[in-house]
């Protein structure tokens, strides 16, 4: 098949805008909705679902159902979005191959970034000294429970990272100029979700939405922060699309998203972040970077134009 037109990669990025405009738009309609459920349900007898969503809308700010706005944005305007391609859906498997390492490469991707992302936040934990005490036997329960869904939700994540918009990227461009815009489009897509700290004064006023989306790319006043939340993101943007490419398969993308899915639950319980803020984040990539090197290093798969889907 033929390689896509430019205009492809263009429409990710038109999708992408999209979502986040529509997202960002409709939020505070949903966050008066789910205030609304949580106040009709408060104290009334209602079955299980109804309550545990009202028990979630009862609990959560603006920032929470600004995100779920625009992922439910994204959702909706997915398949649109697929019927766009000239390629199709199909462009996920553009330079995927069998990988007979896959299983492997995924356990150790997921269990080196996890062992090495979680003492890293332990040891500045301890060196802060604001960290809390969980029993052995309750972080043994989460930890399995985190496992699977760190797994699961990566799987999901670089299925359309890696799979699909790698995919597009990789037939419009050269293989290190579809890195590089990987890494942009993963950063920019990752740094919608409002940090902690990070609300609206008045979440019933006017353009709520716009006002915390504007918050987020606002670099000031804190400069030295703003730009060290970007970073490591565009990294771990990189080394996805890097691991991606050099192994021809998604196996190892997914343990590493993974690992980094599960250490960034234990930093929110331990010191209160995600793992994108400060500097325990740029050590971090930059330790998963040489992890990757090592475990692609002799694996370099050539790709011969007759692998395209």
Same mark, same amino acid.
């Given at each position: ?29 949903? =966050? ?9 349900? @408060? ?28 992922? /439910? ?25 069998? &990988? ?60 359309? =990272? ?27 897509? $990752?740094?919608? @979700?409002?940090?902690?700290?990070? &609300? ?10 716009? @006002? ?9 006043? &804190? ?18 699309? =890097? ?13 590493? $998203? ?5 250490? &960034? $639950?234990?930093? /929110? ?16 990539? /930059? =330790? ?10 002799? $694996? ?7 692998? @395209?889907?």
């Amino acid at each position: 098949m033929p390689r896509m037109v430019p205009s492809d990669a263009l429409k990710v990025w038109l999708y992408a805008a999209a979502a986040v405009w529509l997202g960002t738009w409709t939020s505070p309609l949903l =966050y008066n909705f789910g205030k609304a459920i949580a106040e009709v349900c @408060e104290n009334k007898q209602t079955i299980g679902l109804i309550e545990w969503l009202a028990g979630i809308c009862r609990a959560a700010d603006f920032p929470v159902f600004f995100k779920a706005a625009i992922w /439910m944005a994204a959702a909706g305007l997915f398949y649109p979005f697929l019927k766009s391609l000239s390629g199709g859906w199909m462009v996920w498997k553009q330079g995927l191959q069998k &990988n007979p390492n896959g299983l492997r490469q995924l356990a150790v991707g997921f269990s080196s970034v996890a062992v090495g992302m979680l003492f890293l936040i332990a040891t500045t934990v301890l060196i802060k000294n604001h960290g809390q005490t969980i029993p052995v036997d309750v972080l043994a329960k989460i930890s399995v429970g985190a496992i699977s869904r760190a797994l699961a939700s990566a799987a999901m994540q670089e299925f359309f =990272y890696q799979g699909l918009v790698l995919g597009i990227f990789l037939r419009s461009m050269p293989r290190p100029a579809a890195i590089v815009l990987m890494a942009a489009f993963f950063a920019l897509t $990752h740094f919608i @979700e409002p940090p902690v700290g990070v &609300n609206v004064a008045d979440p019933d006023a006017a353009g709520v939405g716009f @006002e915390l989306l504007g918050k987020l790319f606002n670099p000031f006043p &804190n400069l030295g922060t703003w730009i060290l939340s970007w970073i490591p993101l565009v990294g771990l943007g990189g080394i996805l699309a =890097y691991a991606r490419c050099a192994t021809s398969s998604l196996a190892l993308p997914i343990g590493i $998203h993974g690992g980094w899915i599960f250490a &960034n $639950h234990f930093s /929110m319980m331990l010191a209160e972040k995600p793992l994108q803020q400060g500097w325990p984040a740029l050590i971090g990539v /930059m =330790y998963i970077g040489y992890i990757v090197f090592r475990i692609t290093r002799s $694996h370099h798969v050539h790709i011969p134009p007759s692998s @395209e889907v």
